[in-house]
């Protein structure tokens, strides 16, 4: 594969999630305001808060290949998300419906139309889920979601090798 730069990577993922129904806003960075109602509004999706931001969390290169003068950098992504608490509608509920889908649609795709090699690694496959329970968002009561995704991809020329 050639070289991959990390934006095409966070569109590709920030494309992704726009592509489930009724996901709400999807940020490709986390978005931050200093009052509490801007910062809501960032979020806001037919009357509720239903938002979330793509963050690449960190990143590891293996040692370079120098056989096929390559080297495999892998991207650890942290996808986040709110979404407006409502107990009598037993919206939890429909949170963890929304977090099921996120995770297929990363599972049918392995290399994200091409755009990296993989994000299955060893035991993991597509999206993690890291954490689920309620948090106060901008003031509101919500469901948040810690998700979090592995891309692997590889960069020609090894500059700097022994």
């Known amino acids: 594969m050639s070289d991959v730069a990390i934006a095409t990577i966070r569109s590709t993922i920030t494309e992704t999630l726009q592509g489930i129904p009724a996901i709400g806003r999807v940020h ?16 806001e999706y037919e009357g509720q808060i239903r938002g979330w931001f793509v963050r690449r969390a960190g990143a590891a290169e293996t040692m370079p290949d120098t056989r096929l003068g390559r080297t495999a950098v892998d991207n650890r992504w942290q996808i986040r998300g709110y979404m407006s608490l409502a107990d009598a509608e037993a919206s939890e509920r429909a949170f963890d419906a929304l977090v099921a889908t996120i995770q297929a649609a990363f599972r049918t795709d392995e290399t994200l139309g091409g755009v990296v090699n993989t994000t299955f690694f060893q035991d993991r496959a597509g999206i993690q889920v890291d954490d689920l329970g309620p948090v106060l968002f901008a003031g509101v009561l919500c469901h948040g979601a810690r998700l979090s995704l592995r891309t692997r991809h590889w960069i020609t020329g090894l500059q700097g090798t022994r």
Do not use: G
């Open 28 to 43: 490709d960075y986390e978005r931050y305001a200093s009052a509490k109602a801007d910062l809501k509004a960032l979020y």
